[in-house]
């Protein structure tokens, strides 16, 4: 069931655009806030966010393994599924979600699409969405074309379907027979925005998890999202990761906290959580200005127990330990009477729900 390279895509345009708007936000922060400079490097996403991506699952003898490994790291990744094997094993699908990660469509039976009929392909496709949005709730709005093939018929019935096609622009060919070491230095090419292959039944991927880990942290890179606008890799959106499911466990209800501000203006900040599993959990905050606009803000907080944060989004973290601060990053300039912005993290413990401090500049 393996996938076979394509050529590699590269999109130095848009990294250009990125690297300038980093560097817009990093002269506005300097200009605005005031920070410690003991930054915490744990979760520092400031090198972008690259793809990770899991195909031909789910399967009973590796999945679970795989998913408590990606847990362990601090992982998050974009499964493809066939739609057979999610149809077999719908508590793994929905273990996939529950864990944190993105589920996509990988056809139903793993077919050579493009020597297939039109109706044949509409068949392959429109099945796996029905397996997996009886999984999981949602159907998948990423779509992953066995082997890589693709044509225009395909295309337009990814169109009908709301899918968007994503290829790879790194094979780890793990497929193909290579090593742990082999898998870990093809992660190692990853840059910014890129998604990297890789596939669900493979002991040697499942072993470079942790190495993989490591360089990701590294060169301040974050496992992200597989944006369905642009095909690309970019921070979570912060929402859970495919629609919720109803197994998804929620927090009863977010838990505002209002406090005084500095400076010109004022802003709330509430914490919710999102997903928890064993061993951890995802929240979003959301930050508001009250009624008047504020430059900038920091949102601080105190674990009540031995949390921490092993990955963040939407904001620069400082502080380590229990005690966490993060300010604006993911805006450029201001944010307006009674605007909101959100930013999200993965911690690792027990879920909780701390007093938050948003303090505005
Ligand atoms: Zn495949």
């Given at each position: 069931m393996?996938d076979?390279?394509?050529?590699?895509?590269?999109?130095?345009?848009?990294?250009?655009?990125?690297?300038?708007?980093?560097?817009?936000?990093?002269?506005?922060?300097l200009?605005?806030?005031?920070?410690?400079a003991t930054?915490a490097?744990?979760?520092?996403?400031?090198g972008?966010?690259?793809?990770?991506?899991y195909?031909?699952?789910?399967?009973?003898?590796?999945?679970t393994?795989?998913?408590?490994?990606?847990?362990?790291?601090?992982?998050?990744?974009?499964?493809?599924?066939?739609?057979?094997n999610?149809?077999?094993n719908?508590?793994?699908?929905?273990?996939?979600?529950?864990?944190?990660?993105?589920?996509g469509?990988?056809?139903?039976?793993?077919?050579?699409?493009?020597?297939?009929?039109?109706?044949?392909?509409?068949?392959?496709?429109?099945r796996?969405?029905?397996?997996?949005q009886?999984?999981?709730?949602s159907?998948?709005?990423?779509f992953?074309?066995?082997?890589?093939?693709?044509n225009?018929?395909?295309?337009?019935?990814?169109?009908?379907?709301?899918?968007?096609?994503?290829?790879?622009?790194?094979?780890?060919?793990?497929?193909?027979?290579?090593?742990?070491?082999q898998?870990?230095?093809?992660?190692?090419?990853?840059?910014?925005?890129?998604?990297?292959?890789m596939?669900?039944q493979?002991?040697?991927?499942?072993?470079?998890?942790p190495?993989?880990?490591?360089?990701?942290?590294?060169r301040?890179?974050?496992a992200?999202?597989?944006?369905?606008?642009?095909?690309?890799?970019?921070?979570?959106?912060?929402?859970t990761?495919?629609?919720?499911?109803?197994?998804?466990?929620?927090s009863?209800?977010?838990?505002?906290?209002?406090?005084?501000?500095?400076g010109?203006?004022?802003?709330?900040?509430?914490?919710?959580?999102?997903?928890?599993?064993?061993?951890?959990?995802?929240?979003?905050?959301?930050?508001?200005?009250?009624?008047?606009?504020?430059?900038?803000?920091t949102?601080?907080?105190?674990?009540?127990?031995s949390?921490?944060?092993?990955?963040?989004?939407?904001?620069?973290?400082?502080?380590?330990?229990?005690?966490?601060?993060?300010?604006?990053?993911?805006?450029?300039?201001?944010?307006?009477a009674?605007?909101?912005?959100?930013?999200g993290?993965?911690?690792?413990?027990?879920?909780a729900?701390?007093?938050?401090?948003?303090?505005?500049?």
């Open positions: 393996a076979s390279a394509v050529p590699m895509r590269r999109r130095a345009g848009l990294r250009k655009t990125v690297a300038t708007a980093l560097a817009g936000v990093v002269a506005a922060a200009a605005t806030v005031t920070l410690s930054a490097q744990a979760a520092d996403c400031s972008g966010y690259v793809g990770l991506t195909d031909d699952g789910p399967n009973p003898s590796n999945t393994n795989l998913l408590n490994t990606l847990k362990a790291n601090g992982l998050r990744a974009t499964f493809f599924n066939i739609g057979q999610a149809q077999n719908q508590s793994l699908v929905r273990a996939q979600v529950d864990a944190g990660m993105w589920v469509n990988h056809s139903y039976t793993h077919p050579h699409l493009p020597q297939m009929s039109s109706s044949q392909i509409q068949s392959e496709l429109q796996t969405q029905q397996a997996i009886q999984a999981t709730g159907a998948p709005k990423l992953r074309p066995p082997y890589g093939e693709t225009s018929t395909l295309q337009s019935i990814e169109q009908q379907l709301g899918l968007k096609e994503i290829i790879w622009d790194v094979d780890s060919q793990d497929w193909n027979g290579a090593s742990t070491t898998i870990v230095q093809a992660a190692g090419r990853l840059q910014n925005g890129q998604v990297i292959l596939h669900d493979y002991a040697t991927t499942v072993q470079a998890i190495q993989i880990a490591a360089n990701l942290r590294s301040n890179l974050c992200g999202m597989i944006s369905p606008t642009t095909g690309r890799a970019v921070a979570p959106d912060g929402g990761p495919v629609s919720p499911s109803p197994t998804i466990p929620q009863p209800s977010p838990t505002p906290t209002l406090t005084p501000t500095a010109s203006g004022a802003c709330t900040a509430t914490m919710e959580t999102v997903n928890s599993w064993g061993g951890g959990f995802q929240s979003n905050v959301t930050v508001r200005a009250g009624s008047s606009a504020i430059r900038g803000w949102v601080t907080w105190s674990w009540p127990g949390q921490s944060v092993s990955q963040l989004w939407g904001g620069l973290q400082s502080g380590s330990g229990s005690s966490v601060s993060v300010r604006n990053e993911s805006w450029n300039g201001s944010l307006g009674s605007a909101s912005t959100t930013f993290f993965v911690a690792n413990g027990t879920a729900t701390p007093t938050l401090t948003c303090s505005a500049s």
